[in-house]
């Protein structure tokens, strides 16, 4: 029997991994990325991302993210690369709020490993470290840090080899689906498939304008400090964090290079127009928020960010993406709209995107990423 014939529509963080499990399965896959391959203009750049289990998000995602980190060590055993350190992961805030609230039920549902320390415990263990009288801090054992331009390039490398196509510099401008195919038309030629799956990230309500009231790509800066104390900032004592303290969430990633620390916010600084045309500039006054809470809660790093980089995601109005077959079509899939806390999700992403064309539907709960939600 013919194999069928899936096209990915932009090939970052989710696309790669899309098209590394499409082509292992022996379909013929094809990736359409507008740039370079890993490129570091919208969201898959920076050096370093979180991958936390305990997820603040929800406890939903565990399963997900328990056969994400399967996927990540698969992906490295095929391609030989180091994509996923798990040194650990504390989340920090008061114990009333939801976040933790989330972090907390995702432990006790998923007998997730961890710790949770008191104010005392945490100054004794992460003195590197202020917390408030209220917030307690969990050790998710299940956590650490991603390497996310390697991350792309591995996966779309590795699909290559096991034969799929990549039209690289090439801009997919139209897509409509004729009978029981899709056309689509790139850099002013058509092409045809049998399935298409659209992972454009900021993109995407370029191709599904439709969405505009629900999904709007946003800025996001990150910042990394210096400290006379480089000692303490090394990946086996100083694990990643996320910190949900008032005013700010903001989230830390250990000395990678060897001379500063990542400390960025979650907070997102306004929309972004027209995705092509990111304005990379930063004014000071835009950080004075992270770097007070450098200054009051991780005293040991000089609250003068000496890099800056920015970039960009596809945020809903709920945070959670858009997965599923678009409502009305028979055979475009879309998988947008990850709202600042994808990158971890990307290679069962990779798994569910080839469940929905080989059958359309997938193992894992994927209920709240519906698109019906925000399709009218
Ligand atoms: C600064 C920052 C920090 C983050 N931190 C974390 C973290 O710690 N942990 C975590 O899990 N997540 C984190 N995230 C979120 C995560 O990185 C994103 O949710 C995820 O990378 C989104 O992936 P994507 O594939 O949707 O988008 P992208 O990676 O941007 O991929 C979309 C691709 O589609 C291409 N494209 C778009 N339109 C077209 C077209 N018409 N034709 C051809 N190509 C097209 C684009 O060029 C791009 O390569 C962070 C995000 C940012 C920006």
Redesign the pocket.
Known sequence: MEQKKVAV????????MVLWQLAKKGIQAVG????GIA?D??????E?????TAYMEGAEYVPMLKKSRLLWEELEEETGYNLLTLNGGLMIGPKDIDEIKNVIRSIKEFEIDHEILNVEEAKKHFPQHVLREDEIMVLDKEAG??R?ELA?FAAAERAESLGAIIHRH????QIEELNDKVRIV?NGENYEFDQVIV??????T??FPELKENLTPKK???TWYPTSKIENYQPDKFP?FARMTEGITF?G?PSLEGTMVKV?SVDTFGNVEV?DKLIRDIKLSELKNIKEAVSTYLPELRPDPVRI?V????YTTDGH?VVGLVPGLKNTFI????????????PVMGKIGLDLVEQGDTEFDISHLRPGRFFS
Not at 48 to 52: C, K, L
Not at 170 to 173: D, I, K, L, S
Not at 311 to 314: I, K, L, N, P
């Open positions: 529509i932009g090939i970052g963080s989710i696309g790669s359409f990325e507008q740039y490129h203009r919208s969201a898959a750049g920076g370093s991302r979180m991958f936390r840090y991603m996310p792309v090439t801009t997919v401008e790139a992972t454009a990230g900021p993109w995407t370029r191709i996001l800066v990150m990643v989230f990633i960025a995705p980089s970039h960009m995601d596809g993406a998988m947008g709209g990850y709202s600042g806390h994808g990158f971890k999700l990307a």
